[in-house]
T-cell receptor, first 113, second 112 residues
């Protein structure tokens, strides 16, 4: 059973471009969570999704950020018009049910030039 | 407000010592607590998961305890080695939400 997969592992964007981060949960997991780790800081919750539904987006910035988890395919975290402050590591986790152990992917490191 | 605190922020000890890392959390209504290890620029490695009904978990040289009533967990590392040098993160799953709240971590350095 493959673990949580994230791609790309590293992403470089210039200010104003769009960034798309993908997360494939573990097989059998229908719950996906996104966390962000700013440089020299801890991980902060961003959003929790189930298939086709956003359950909790209390940690998402109100503008430029969006997330989806379609019926088919990976979960996508989309950042529009990136700014230098978006540079961070973005981690995805999945679980089989809510309040189960969350399994983390290797992360995507976004650098905004 | 649900908060997770880890003290100290950094710790340096000589090789071979036993050590304890501390984690405290507000609100005792949790469903689990997890300890992770993170090497610089890398992802998270899960070390130990304690369910809310458990008091401790052990894996090799690591032992984690949980005291919900006092809002505390400790990670005990026996016979420390230079390879144990990393940042250790405590993460709490609160029953009122499905997200995990992370502490800011303890940066551990083991001196040869």
């Amino acid at each position: 059973n493959a673990g949580v997969m994230q791609n790309p592992r590293h992403l470089v964007r210039r200010r104003g471009q769009e960034a798309r981060l993908r997360c494939s949960p573990m097989k059998g997991h229908s719950h996906v969570y996104w966390y962000r780790q700013l440089p020299e800081e801890g991980l902060k919750f961003m959003v929790y999704l189930q298939k086709e539904n956003i359950i909790d987006e209390s940690g998402m910035p109100k503008e430029r950020f969006s997330a989806e988890f379609p019926k088919e395919g990976p979960s996508i975290l989309r950042i529009q018009q990136v700014v230098r402050g978006d540079s961070a590591a973005y981690f995805c986790a999945s679980s089989p049910q809510t309040r189960d152990e969350q399994f983390f992917g290797p992360g995507t490191r976004l650098t905004v030039l | 407000k649900q908060e997770v605190t880890q003290i100290p922020a950094a710790l340096s000890v000589p090789e071979g010592e036993n050590l304890v890392l501390n984690c405290s959390f507000t609100d005792s209504a949790i469903y689990n607590l997890q300890w992770f290890r993170q090497d610089p620029g890398k992802g998270l490695t899960s070390l130990l998961l304690i369910q809310s009904s458990q008091r401790e978990q052990t894996s090799g040289r690591l032992n984690a305890s949980l005291d919900k009533s006092s809002g505390r967990s400790t990670l005990y590392i026996a016979a420390s080695q230079p390879g144990d040098s990393a940042t250790y993160l405590c993460a709490v799953g609160y029953s009122s939400a499905s997200k995990i709240i992370f502490g800011s971590g303890t940066r551990l350095s083991i001196r040869p």
